[in-house]
């Protein structure tokens, strides 16, 4: 089960339906199952509340994942600054829809094993990336 929940912001204008559909196509991919998800959509302040409390990190992110996953199944919390995802989306010259169903996906990939600190990982991240935006618009398309 995906839950989608905010934390000092008002929720993001999201297709909740379609949005899940679409993690759960993307998680199978990688033959994943989905668990227990939990997006909590927040503000630059509470990300870097749960980055130093957690994480020991004293600095904003747009997210940050929480690992619960057993075996195939996918289970986490995944803090989302939407704060951040306005800011980023400046910054790359993308829309902020673009940016924040980037980041939605990226947790999920993180949670299917995918990396993006090491040698060479942020491309195969970003491919992975491409590749799971590419699948919703195939299914926003579809549902037009």
């Not at 630059?44 to 957690?54: A, S």
């Not at 997210?63 to 939407?82: A, K, P, Q, V």
């Not at 980041?103 to 600190?117: A, E, R, T, Y």
Request: net charge negative.
């Amino acid at each position: 089960m995906i839950t989608y929940q905010t934390e000092e912001v008002k929720m993001p204008s999201i297709k909740k339906r379609q949005t899940t559909a679409w993690i759960k196509a993307v998680a199978g991919t990688y033959d994943k199952k989905i668990g227990e998800i939990a997006y909590i959509f927040c503000s630059d302040n509470k990300i870097l509340e749960v980055n130093r409390e957690y994480l020991h990190h004293d600095y904003y992110t747009d997210i940050i994942t929480f690992d619960y996953c057993e075996g195939n199944r996918l289970s986490g919390d995944l803090f989302i600054s939407l704060d951040t995802i306005r800011t980023n989306s400046i910054q790359f010259g993308s829309t902020y829809d673009d940016e924040l169903y980037r980041v939605i996906i990226h947790g999920i990939l993180h949670l299917c094993g995918i990396n993006d600190k090491g040698p060479g990982e942020r491309e195969i991240m970003e491919a992975a990336e491409n590749k799971a935006l590419s699948l919703l618009k195939e299914l926003e398309d579809r549902s037009i």
